[in-house]
């Protein structure tokens, strides 16, 4: 294995500067790891106008890059700052990236998402062109960045410091395809021919992630159950047909955990340490935690949370449902997080509603994300669709035992409880509803109420689970050997 490429990383988001999902937080963690394996690592992504932007010590590395745009040139800006051991670059374009949001509001997405990611992938390329960084290989990560491969294959096919490098698209979630109108391709300077079903084109619309996948020297995701998913006929996917066309060309690497940032033996954000052998700490984590969230509840009852973005995708409708039943059973709920508006309004609702019982927060920062990880006894994960699912990986390390839906990645990790044989790290459950979700919880609340031993041994499976960004790391250093191979013919 070559420790001594160029690996570009381009993004639309990162922890902790931009953040709205999963994808924010791998690209906190992948730069330091292959750093620390030789790579030499530049992180590219947008400049938007978030107080954690603004704080990076950010100098000029390219006052002025002309953008090709739509028949025109657009100019914008990049800065440089260095982030523990790698650089990072930030594409400057207040027109697309000086506003409050990533993609857009509570209430839906910004109507340019296709002109400024258009733009946004055209602008990485001129810089790394202008910048003459010569990248051994260009990691793309979901739509945003998706158009890149097919940049490299039709306007910089014959460039010099461009022509060579090879290039990997992660999907993280293939939920969201940036899907748009035909009109689209005139942004990317393309004749009609591009716009095709075997190019760029899926369903009449042009597809940002279905034009990725199919130019990509490789392809991967984040899971190998999610893998199996996206593959499978059964799904009725038409992204699915071009990734079983691309063979092995398509492939997983598991997500791993920042066990550094992650560590509940020395995590300063917990009221105390606690670990495998020793998890008394724990006890006074979730006390702190109740105070933390304004809960009314003794220590002794079953504490849940559920901590993600708000939507369909996470389960949030069906989580909804179930706080009745769940609040009947004699549990309390914590909810914490950010996202559609109609979520924010039940889940505000139902704070109300079962005031002392229910609590619904978000706050910025790492604090009390890490307060309710250590301190609750469940961990609610009802998600519709899940590649991958980093909280499971934070709540297995805490002693938190999951409650899952079985798909995805939390089908490939969480092996359900079985209480005849004692096998199992958490609980598990298959349909997609408010009556399987409680049934789940019931049987976690009865496993936790009348057999503490069984439940300890489940929170010390879980503490023993090892999701190390190491193995990680190394799965995707090898993903770049083999794009190398592919794209240069080896």
């Known amino acids: 294995m070559r420790s001594d490429l160029r690996i570009a990383l381009v993004t639309p988001e990162a922890a902790p500067f931009a953040k709205s999902g999963e994808l924010a937080e791998f690209c906190a963690s992948l730069p330091r790891y292959l750093t620390s394996l030789g790579f030499k690592v530049s992180l590219i992504m947008p400049k938007y106008s978030t107080p ?32 523990k051991g790698y650089d990072i670059y930030l594409v400057d374009s207040p027109k697309y990236f000086l506003r409050e949001n990533i993609y857009g509001p509570p209430s839906g997405n910004y109507l340019d998402n296709d002109e400024r990611f258009v733009f946004f992938s055209r602008a990485a ?45 992660t999907l993280h979630n293939t939920a969201f395809q940036g899907e748009f109108p035909a009109e689209t391709l005139a942004l990317m300077d393309l004749n009609w021919d591009f716009f095709g079903p075997r190019r760029l084109s899926l369903n009449g619309k042009f597809n940002f992630l279905k034009a990725g996948a199919a130019c990509a020297d490789l392809v991967n995701t984040v899971s190998r159950a999610y893998e199996k998913e996206l593959l499978s006929r059964r799904n009725g996917s038409e992204l699915g047909g071009v990734l079983r066309k691309r063979g092995k060309a ?7 955990l920042d066990r550094e940032s992650w560590d509940p033996e020395k995590d300063p954000y917990i009221a105390a340490p606690f670990g495998p052998g020793r998890p008394e700490g724990k006890a006074r984590c979730k006390q702190d935690l109740i105070a933390a969230a304004g809960l009314a509840m003794s220590a002794d009852r079953p504490l849940l949370a559920f901590v993600s973005h708000l939507s369909r995708l996470k389960g949030a409708d069906i989580l909804a449902q179930s706080l009745q039943g769940i609040v009947d059973i004699g549990a309390g709920v914590l909810i914490f997080g950010e996202g559609e508006e109609r979520y924010q309004k039940e889940f505000g609702a139902a704070a109300r509603r079962f005031p002392g019982r229910v609590a619904f927060k978000f706050e910025a920062g790492p604090v009390l994300i890490h307060k309710i990880i250590a301190g609750a006894d469940m961990l609610l994960l009802p998600s519709l669709v899940e590649p991958s699912g980093l909280n499971l990986f934070a709540a297995f390390r805490y002693g938190t035992v999951p409650v899952v839906r079985a798909t995805g990645g939390l089908k490939e990790a969480v092996r359900p409880a079985n209480s005849r044989t004692g096998s199992g790290n958490g609980f598990t459950f298959g349909g997609y509803s408010a009556e399987a979700l409680v049934r789940a919880v019931r049987q976690a609340v009865d496993c936790r109420a009348s057999r503490p031993a069984r439940w300890r041994r489940l929170m010390e499976e879980g503490m023993r689970q090892d999701f190390s960004w190491e193995e990680t790391a190394r799965g995707y250093a090898d993903l770049y050997e083999r794009a190398l191979k592919s794209k240069r013919g080896g």
């Open 52 to 83: 954690q932007i603004a704080s990076l010590h950010a100098a000029s590395a390219f006052p002025e890059i002309s953008v090709p745009l739509n028949g025109e040139r657009v100019k914008a800006s990049v800065l440089r700052a260095e982030q």
């Open 125 to 169: 390329l001129e810089f790394l062109r202008q910048a003459r960084l010569s990248p051994d290989v260009i990691h793309c990560q979901n739509w945003p960045t998706a158009l890149i491969p097919v940049f490299l294959e039709s306007h910089y096919r014959e460039d010099p410091g461009l022509r060579s490098a090879a290039t990997v698209l």
């Open 250 to 256: 398509f492939t997983s690497v598991r997500n791993g």
